[in-house]
């Protein structure tokens, strides 16, 4: 375990109290080629004294940061000037603060990195919000934020900037109360078993921390972990009487047990993730007195990061599971956050104070929606249950119904990021290959079961769409027309349809299903004698294909269809085919019939028909009518 962070004298900060001495404390260490120690206007704050001690063993020498590419100062005239000189080499072109917009993050393609630095005050939604919504994931557009609640703080915020990291402090720990996410890699996960059975104040307090993520309900001021609380409240800040405060502002006690408060500014970690609601909120929107505020506490603490949430959010299991992933990969945790949620809200929900390094660095891709089998699996059970196709009592209903039940836990993002999608694939793949097999020998048992009427049965609940219509080639030769029914309700399939004026409607799969063509020796076969026939099918999606042929039942008795089912492994956008032959025996009554095909791929269900007559047995014989 690493030691305690018990305050310690330090030599890499020089606090400074005075203006002037803070100005030439400055100066020496931009000009000095290899400084030893940063300087701190701390302003006569025995907080921020007391933060730089906690911060002795986080860091271990001096690291001059990676510019940005474009810098903006807000309100730069209210900061002492030895402030103002330490944040110039933090961008390469420093902006007016009246050119801060959205638009600073669409123009300059390679240099699209913007820091943006004020005292708290000036962080306004207007006109940071839009840069927050514009430093979406996915983009070549990073943003920082440099703040604090006062210049000191500011102050003392840039100063760690400048810090490298202890390479020795590594630990890292997520502590939640609304979920219980396995562990990856080294991290550390403490949640409401843990969070019930453990000290977690003592332990969060008692040691040094490279990343630490806290996750549960709160507001502006605290973030509950069970009975303890993560607390906002900074004592040696000034109240504002005008501002609304927390339950202590007035009077002696915390909404949740005095022994169990932790205070963020206390905790000794380089990261700090705030993944709450309201946690870091624009200083035109806050529920309650900055005092009592954590993203400003931990400012005001030893991180040199902090990433927190302006507003409300979903974080849930896909979050942890991003930062997670970004502490095992050493990447920045506001790039895999924001990329996990995305597909929860439309803007991002954390921010990032500090400078810490993403610019160029991608996020592990993270699925926004389920994969499309997921989908078109869900889609299709739903059609075959809630539509009504399968009675009440049909023998697979039980079975699809319990299928149901895990594809609807696999379309939430939390099983996503729990199970992950590959092992959510493998699972849904074997399930969907069974059923199909069931389904194809139950086809081959009862050609009359309601699969192969599906089409019919869903197309009662379809209109055709006008735009799909297109002229086709039937496999006969002759002119088809080929279009989309498309379902009026839910629980119905779109199906695709081909009509030829010989054949009549001689096709059709619901969508996304296997496309079939058909192709016979001949369109006719003498009793007794025995036709081959193709079946050509080509999938949307790579994987085995069920294959199998009938004909009608008052040809059954007299036809015998080898084999009956068959398999062909397909390659997405490839024709592959199968043989079957049918033996038709010496008594079969001559007449016109058609033998139907069929392909069952992922619960999708096509069908084909070729139309044929049957002749007498023996020689030529004349036909009726010549």
Known sequence: MPSSPTEVSTTLFTPVDEEAAYAE????????????????????????????????????????????????????????????????????????EKELSGELLQSAPGGRSLLVVAAYPRLTADPVLEIVRQAGPGEDRRVAFLTGRDAASLAWFTAKQFCRPDPGVDASGLFTSTDRPEALGAVEVYDDRALERRDIGAELLGRRWRRVLLQGHGRDDSVNLADFTVCGLNPEAPRRPDLLGPRCAYGPDCYKPNEKLIPLNRVSAVEIVLSSCNNGPFADAVAYDPKYQLMLNAIDGAARDVVAAPTVHDSARPENTAWMNAVAAGSPSVTGLNAAISGAQPDPAYWHFGMADDRGSEPRPVPQVPDPLVLSTSARLTAYLAGGL??????????????????????????????????????????????????????????????????????????????????????????????????????????????????????????????????????????????????????????????????????????????????????????HEAEFSLVVDAGAHPQAYYFTAFAVQDLGLSVARWDFGVLPAGGPAERPGT
């Open 25 to 96: 404390a400055v100066a020496r260490f931009l000009d000095s080629p290899r400084p030893d120690t940063v300087p701190v206007w701390v302003g006569g704050r025995a907080d921020l004294l007391s933060a730089v001690r906690l911060a002795a063993g986080l860091y271990d020498g001096i690291a001059r940061p990676e510019p940005y590419a474009r810098g903006v100062l807000l309100g730069g005239d209210e900061l002492p000037a030895g402030l103002r000189s330490l944040m110039a080499p933090l961008a390469l072109q420093w902006l007016d």
């Open 390 to 575: 399968l009675p009440e009592r049909h023998a697979l209903r039980p079975r699809l119904t319990k299928f149901a039940g895990k594809v609807e836990r696999w379309v939430t993002r939390q099983a996503t990021a729990a199970e992950g999608e590959p092992a959510i694939l493998r699972a849904l793949s074997d399930d969907l290959q069974s059923l199909d097999h069931v389904i194809s020998r139950q086809i081959v048992e009862n050609p009359e079961t309601e699969f192969t009427d599906c089409h019919a049965y869903f197309g009662l609940r379809s209109t055709v769409a006008p735009e799909s219509v297109s002229e086709v080639r039937c496999p006969c030769g002759r002119p088809a027309r080929q279009f989309v029914k498309r379902a009026l309700v839910p629980t119905a399939l779109d199906t695709v349809c081909t009509v030829c004026i010989r054949c009549g409607d001689m096709a059709y799969r619901t969508d996304g299903a296997p496309e079939v063509r058909v192709e016979a020796a001949g369109e006719e076969v003498r009793a007794g004698e025995t036709l081959h026939a193709r079946v050509r099918v080509r999938s949307e999606r790579r994987g085995p294909v069920r294959i199998g042929m009938f004909v009608p039942r008052h040809l059954r008795s007299d036809c015998t269809v080898t084999p009956s089912a068959s398999k062909v492994r397909a390659t997405a956008g490839q024709w």
